[in-house]
């Protein structure tokens, strides 16, 4: 299921997507971002800014372009450290004075599997992360942003990144890259984790949104739908990854290759890192185990027993 995307909006040009949230789209498209990145304004006059971007001069002046006349920036707000949305958050504060808040830095709420994995070194992984960001302002779960006029709540949603929060502002809640609006998330180990991942899914679905801001793509208008399709791809995911394994022990790679017939060569590193983490997901519930020692071009096996039924 892709969402319905239409014509890409312009770069660099507030659009208004009603309930005082605005959009502007950064200059960075590319296979993993499509056609960039979405910066969110929110509130009238001290307003909030979700996702700044990537450090990027054009983006920054087209933030603040977007500043009408009694408007300033009052607080600007991370959903994660990966460098298509976070870097321009220290100019910006530079710029307006209003601090950072996010989750924690770019190490932040990793699981503790995918924290043993990171200091192994072992896992590879490190794509696209902002290794300098750190916020001014450490956000917990559930708390609450009061400003002029608006109220957001952040909530921690690891899995595509371990300091992944979304963002809550009535009826639509800001889902940065966890869901995305025209694709599936890269979860790539040790910074993205599957297990939290699909924990992080159903939780959005518990919220009552009547729409989702994704990080990148269009909004989506129909939440739960979107949840569904995600949660089906990934056991469809991990389906097609133990029949491959049912033939013999395979690598990530080997299995990539089989799994992700018809996904564009320049995408299969991606999906790769999918496969590493669906297949670490699967050793922890028992289902595959390691071939020697766990690393990232480690053979995996079916385990000899609890194997799920199909």
Known sequence: MQATQGKSPPVGIAEDLGQDIRRILAPNPSPMTFWGTNTYLVGTRQLAVIDPGPDDPAHLAAILSALGPGQSVSHILVTHAHLD???????LSAETGAPVLAYGDARAGRSAVMQRLAESGVMGGGEGVDTGFSPDLVLCDGERIAGDGWQITAHWTPGHFGNHLSFQIGESVLTGDLVMGWASSLVSPPDGD???????????????????????????????TRLDWLIAHRKGREAAILEALDTAPMTAAE???RVYADTPKGLLPAARRNVLAHLIDLMQKSHVTPVGTLQADAKFARARTNRPSR
């Open 85 to 91: 949305h976070s870097p321009l958050a220290a100019r």
């Open 255 to 257: 299995i990539t290759v």
């Open 194 to 224: 599957l297990t939290d991942f699909l924990r992080s899914c159903a939780r959005l679905g518990t919220l009552s949104a009547q729409r989702f801001l994704p990080g990148h793509g269009a909004e989506i208008e129909r939440p739960n």
